[in-house]
C-alpha cells in the first residue's frame, strides 16, 4: 500500500457524516452546534505584545499574531509619493494539519488578497506621510500574519489582527540633512519619539456562510460549519458605512434581499469590532507610557546613586591605586587581552573582591560617562547605523585598556575614549540595569572556573 | 513486571504531577515484591523514572502508571474507541483514530462476519470499535465484536453529534462513578452518549438543542473540579429552561 498516501490520509482532519447532518438539522432549527445564535459573534480577545506593533487576535479558537515591520525602500514609478502596503500571511501545519509548510496554499493567497484589497484599496492608511523623499525613498510597510490556530473564520480574524498591530505600530523619525537635505537621518526610538501611522478608518471584514438550498445565513462561521457550508460572503465595512470590499465564494446562489440583510449586521458588527479595536489600543498605549516613565526614572535612579557615592573618590584614589599596585594590574591584562572588551574590566572588579573594590568605583565612572555620553552620541551622531561602528571597537578599547595601565595619568582620557565606543552599541536603556545583571552572572562564571 | 525489594512508598509522588526524569521510586528500599509499571514509567537499575508528564497514578496492590491527557490518541489493547472511516480496502476498512497511523478494520470483524455479508459503509461513517491489536510500526487492529464474538455495543453510530475532547477528559468521562457533569446532565435530560478513549464523544438526544447543551457542557467541563461541574451544568439548565 501506498504508505505516503496513507500517512497522509491519517494527518488529514476528518468529518463524520453524524456531524455534517447534525450541524445542518440544528441550524434549521436556528441554533448552532456551539450553542450561539445565527447572528451571535465569538469572543474576541485583543492581546498586544511588548513591541510596537504586534498584536495577537482570538476570536474562539481561531489564533492570529499580526506583526507590522518597516523599511525605506524606493517608491513605485506610479506612485512617487506614496508609501507601499504589503500583507503577507504565514500558515503554520500547527495550526491546521491540512496547511502545508513552505508553501501558500489557496486559502493562504486568498485571506491576504482579501486582507490586502480591505485594508489597501480602501486607502484606510495614510500613504502619502510614509513618502521620505519624492520619487526615492519611502517607507515600505509590511504585515505578517501568523495563523496559530484555525478554528474557522480565518479571515475576520487576520482582519482584526492586521489592524490592530497596524495602529500600535510606530516607526522611526527622522529628519532630512546633509547637502541639499537629501541625505536621511534615522533617529533611534530613544532619542526621538517613533510616530504611529495615520490610520483613517477601519475596514473590518464580516464573514457569512451560507448553508443549504433555502439560504440558512450564519456570521462567523466555525471550521466545522466551513467545511459544510455551501457558500460564504466576506463584506468589509467600517464604522461610516462604507463598503470596503466584498467576497462571495463557493456556488450557493443567494437572494439580493439576504445578501442587504447581511450588509446591515455585518455594519453592526463592524461597528462593534471597531470599538473593541480601539478600546485595545488605547489601553495598550496608556500602559507605553506608564512603561516609558518607569523605565527613564528607574535608569536615571540606577545611574546616579552609585555614582553620587563614588564620584568624589573615584577619580582621584581609584587612578593612584591602579598605579601603586602593579601586581594587580599584571593580573588584570590577560583577562582583558582574553575578552578583548572594556566590560572585562567591570567584572574582574567585582570577582576579585575586596583588593579591588577600587576597580569597580572605575566601572561606575565609566557607567556614568557612558550614559551621560549617550545622551550626548543621540544628539550628534544616530545617523550612522551601529553595526558600522562595532567592528572597531574590540581593539581600540583594548589599546585604551593598554593605555590606562601603562600611563596612569591618562587614563581618565583613555577612559573615556573607551566609552566612547562601547556607548554606540548600547543604548541608554541598556547601558544601565541588563549590565548590573550581566556583571553579577559574569562573575558568577569567573568564580565557578 | 518486574521484582523489587522492601516497600518504602513515597506518597508523595503519587497523584501529583510529574515530568519526564523525575525518579518517583527507588526499587533499592524497597521490599521483595512485585511491581506493575504501566505507560510513562521506565527502570533505569533502581531507580524508576517518568518519560511523560502528567500525573502518577497507583492502584493498590502494585501498579503505577503516568496519566496524562493529550489530542493524539496511543491506541493499546483494550481500548473502546470512536474511529472514522476514511476508505475501504478488499480486506479492511481503514479507519482514523487520532492515532500516529490509521487503523485497520478487517471486514470479517463482524458478528457472524463472512465473505458474504460485508457491511458497506459510507466514508466518514463513525464507528464504535475495540482495539485487539496495537504493536509498535504496525497500523493497530480493530474489532466490531467483544472477546466472545458478539456485536455488544460495537459498529456503525447513527445521527447524532460527535466532538472531540483530550484523551484525559474522555477517561474522566468514563471514571466510575459517575463524573458530575454527566450525572447532572442525566437528572434532567435523556440522552445517549458513547465515549471513546481516543478523545472522541458522540451525543444523541431527541433535540437537537439537547445534544448542543450536552456537549457544550463536557467540552466546557475539561479543567472543572467536582462542585464546578456540577454549578457550571445546572446554570446551563437555567439558561436553556
Given at each position: ?40 459573534y465569538r469572543r474576541l480577545t485583543i492581546k498586544f505584545g ?5 498584536s495577537e487576535v482570538q476570536l474562539g479558537q481561531t489564533h492570529v499574531m499580526g ?28 495550526a ?49 500574519l501568523h495563523i496559530l490556530d484555525n478554528g474557522g473564520n480565518l479571515?475576520d480574524a487576520a482582519n482584526i489582527a492586521?489592524?490592530s498591530a ?54 462567523d462561521?466555525t ?50 469590532i471597531?470599538?473593541k479595536i480601539?478600546?485595545a ?169 | ?241
Amino acid at each position: 500500500m501506498n504508505i505516503k498516501m496513507e500517512q497522509r490520509l491519517a494527518n488529514t482532519w476528518k468529518m463524520t457524516v453524524n456531524e455534517k447532518k447534525f450541524i445542518e438539522t440544528a441550524l434549521v432549527a436556528d441554533i448552532r452546534v456551539d450553542g450561539r445564535r445565527p447572528f451571535d459573534y465569538r469572543r474576541l480577545t485583543i492581546k498586544f505584545g511588548r513591541e510596537d506593533g504586534s498584536s495577537e487576535v482570538q476570536l474562539g479558537q481561531t489564533h492570529v499574531m499580526g506583526f507590522v515591520t518597516s523599511e525605506l525602500v524606493q517608491p513605485y514609478r506610479d506612485r512617487q509619493n506614496e508609501g507601499t502596503l504589503s500583507i503577507f500571511t504565514e500558515f503554520s501545519p500547527m495550526a491546521d494539519p491540512s496547511f502545508e509548510a513552505g508553501r501558500a496554499g489557496e486559502s493562504a493567497v486568498e485571506l491576504a488578497r482579501i486582507i490586502d484589497r480591505g485594508l489597501r484599496e480602501s486607502r484606510a492608511v495614510d500613504m502619502e506621510s510614509l513618502c521620505v523623499i519624492a520619487g526615492k525613498l519611502v517607507w515600505a510597510i509590511r504585515v505578517d500574519l501568523h495563523i496559530l490556530d484555525n478554528g474557522g473564520n480565518l479571515v475576520d480574524a487576520a482582519n482584526i489582527a492586521a489592524l490592530s498591530a497596524l495602529s500600535t505600530f510606530r516607526r522611526p523619525e527622522f529628519t532630512l540633512g546633509g547637502e541639499g537635505g537629501q541625505e536621511v537621518i534615522i533617529h533611534p526610538p530613544e532619542v526621538r519619539e517613533p510616530l504611529p501611522l495615520v490610520i483613517h478608518h477601519f475596514p473590518i471584514a464580516v464573514t457569512f456562510g451560507f448553508f443549504g438550498d433555502d439560504n440558512i445565513v450564519v456570521i462567523d462561521p466555525t471550521h466545522k460549519e466551513e467545511s459544510v457550508m455551501g457558500g460564504r460572503m466576506i463584506a468589509t465595512l467600517n464604522t461610516n458605512g462604507d463598503i470596503c470590499a466584498i467576497q462571495k465564494a463557493g456556488r450557493v446562489a443567494v437572494m439580493h434581499t439576504v445578501i442587504m440583510q447581511c450588509l446591515r449586521i455585518a455594519s453592526v458588527k463592524a461597528g462593534d469590532i471597531t470599538s473593541k479595536i480601539k478600546n485595545a489600543v488605547e489601553s495598550y498605549n496608556t500602559e507605553r507610557a506608564l512603561r516609558k516613565i518607569k523605565r527613564h526614572s528607574s535608569a536615571a535612579l540606577d545611574v546616579h546613586k552609585p555614582v553620587a557615592d563614588w564620584e568624589t573618590q573615584n577619580q582621584s584614589v581609584d587612578q593612584k591605586r591602579m598605579s601603586d599596585l602593579p601586581g594587580h594590574q599584571e593580573r588584570l591584562k590577560p583577562i582583558s587581552k582574553e575578552s578583548g572588551v572594556s566590560q572585562s574590566n567591570n567584572m574582574e572588579g567585582e570577582s576579585q573582591s575586596s583588593e579591588n573594590v577600587d576597580m569597580r568605583f572605575k566601572s561606575v565612572s565609566i557607567q556614568k560617562l557612558q550614559c551621560s555620553f549617550n545622551l550626548l552620541a543621540g544628539v550628534l551622531t544616530p545617523n550612522k547605523p551601529p553595526e558600522e561602528l562595532t567592528d572597531e571597537k574590540p581593539s581600540e578599547t583594548e589599546s585604551d585598556q593598554l593605555n590606562a595601565d601603562i600611563m596612569p595619568a591618562h587614563s581618565p582620557d583613555g577612559a573615556v575614549g573607551s566609552v566612547v565606543e562601547t556607548n554606540r552599541k548600547n543604548t541608554l536603556a541598556d547601558a544601565v540595569k541588563p549590565k548590573h545583571k550581566r556583571k553579577k552572572k559574569s562573575s558568577s562564571n569567573i568564580d565557578a572556573s | 513486571m518486574m521484582e523489587a525489594k522492601p516497600s518504602n512508598l513515597p506518597k508523595s509522588f503519587i497523584d501529583q504531577p510529574v515530568v519526564p526524569g523525575d525518579v518517583v521510586l527507588d526499587l533499592s528500599s524497597m521490599a521483595n515484591q512485585t511491581i506493575k509499571l504501566g505507560g510513562g514509567l521506565r527502570q533505569d537499575c533502581d531507580a524508576l523514572s517518568v518519560m511523560k508528564s502528567g500525573k502518577l497514578r497507583f492502584l493498590k496492590p502494585n501498579k503505577y502508571w503516568v496519566e496524562s491527557s493529550q489530542k493524539r490518541y496511543a491506541p493499546s489493547v483494550g481500548d473502546n474507541i470512536l474511529g472514522i472511516m476514511v476508505d475501504s480496502k478488499a480486506d479492511n476498512f481503514l479507519v482514523d483514530i487520532k492515532g500516529p497511523a490509521l487503523a485497520y478494520l478487517p471486514v470479517l470483524a463482524f458478528e457472524g462476519g463472512t465473505r458474504r455479508n460485508i457491511p458497506k459503509f459510507e466514508v466518514g461513517t463513525l464507528l464504535y470499535v475495540r482495539v485487539v491489536k496495537a504493536n509498535t510500526g504496525m497500523n493497530p487492529e480493530l474489532s466490531c465484536t467483544d472477546a466472545t464474538g458478539k456485536a455488544a455495543e460495537y459498529g456503525p453510530l447513527k445521527d447524532g453529534y460527535m466532538f472531540e475532547s483530550s484523551t484525559g477528559l474522555a477517561r474522566m468521562l468514563l471514571n466510575s462513578p459517575t463524573c458530575p457533569v454527566l450525572e447532572t446532565l442525566g437528572k434532567k435530560l435523556s440522552f445517549e452518549i458513547a465515549v471513546g478513549l481516543n478523545g472522541r464523544v458522540w451525543v444523541n438526544a431527541e433535540d437537537p438543542s439537547t445534544v448542543i447543551l450536552v456537549s457544550n457542557a463536557i467540552m466546557n467541563s475539561e479543567s472543572l473540579s467536582g462542585l464546578q461541574q456540577k454549578i457550571m451544568v445546572d446554570k446551563l439548565l437555567q439558561r436553556v429552561q
